[in-house]
C-alpha cells in the first residue's frame, strides 16, 4: 500500500516535471518566433538566450535566499559602528549607495557634519553611562 502510493507521488512529480520542460520548451520558441519576425533569427536566439539566463538568475537567488543561515540576534551592547559594518557585510550595494549619499549630503550641507559628530559624541557617552551602571 505504502509503496503503491510513493510510486504514485514519484509519477506526479515526473509528470509535472515534464509539463514544465514542455512550458519551457514552448515558451523559447515563441519567444523566439517572434523576435525573429522583426528583429532576425541572431537576434531571435539571443533573446531567448538572455531571458533563460535571466530565469537562471533569479531561480539561483531564490534558492540561495532560503540557504543562508538564519541572523543572530543583536546584543544591547553592540555599537552602532559594529551595525553598520554587519549590514555593510550584508549589503555592500546598499552600503555602498548609502556612503554615495551621505557623501553627496556632506558636501551640499556642511554644517550637517558638526550635527552628525556631536550626536555620534553624545550617543558614545550615553552608552558608557549605561555600562557602567550594568557592572
Known amino acids: 500500500m505504502i509503496v503503491r502510493k510513493a510510486l504514485a507521488l514519484v509519477a506526479a512529480i515526473a509528470a509535472m516535471a515534464a509539463a514544465a520542460a514542455v ?10 518566433a517572434l523576435v525573429r519576425i522583426w528583429l532576425g ?16 538568475l533569479v531561480l539561483a537567488v531564490v534558492a540561495f535566499r532560503k540557504v543562508q543561515p538564519g541572523r543572530r540576534r543583536r546584543s544591547d551592547d553592540e555599537s552602532m559602528a559594529a551595525r553598520l559594518i554587519e ?3 550584508d ?6 549607495g548609502a556612503a554615495v549619499a551621505a ?4 558636501v551640499r550641507n556642511p554644517g ?3 550635527a552628525v559628530v556631536s550626536a555620534a559624541m553624545a550617543s558614545r ?3 558608557s553611562g549605561r555600562r557602567d551602571k550594568r557592572r
Do not use: E, H, M, T
Not at 103 to 106: C, P, S, Y
Open 23 to 32: 512550458c519551457v520548451v514552448a515558451a523559447a520558441f515563441a519567444l523566439y
Open 41 to 56: 533569427p541572431a537576434a531571435g536566439a539571443a533573446a531567448v538566450a538572455i531571458v533563460a539566463a535571466l530565469l537562471a
Open 87 to 89: 549590514l555593510a557585510r
Open 91 to 96: 549589503k555592500p550595494i546598499i552600503a555602498a
Open 103 to 106: 557623501g553627496l549630503i556632506l
Open 112 to 114: 550637517v557634519v558638526g
Open 125 to 127: 557617552a550615553r552608552d
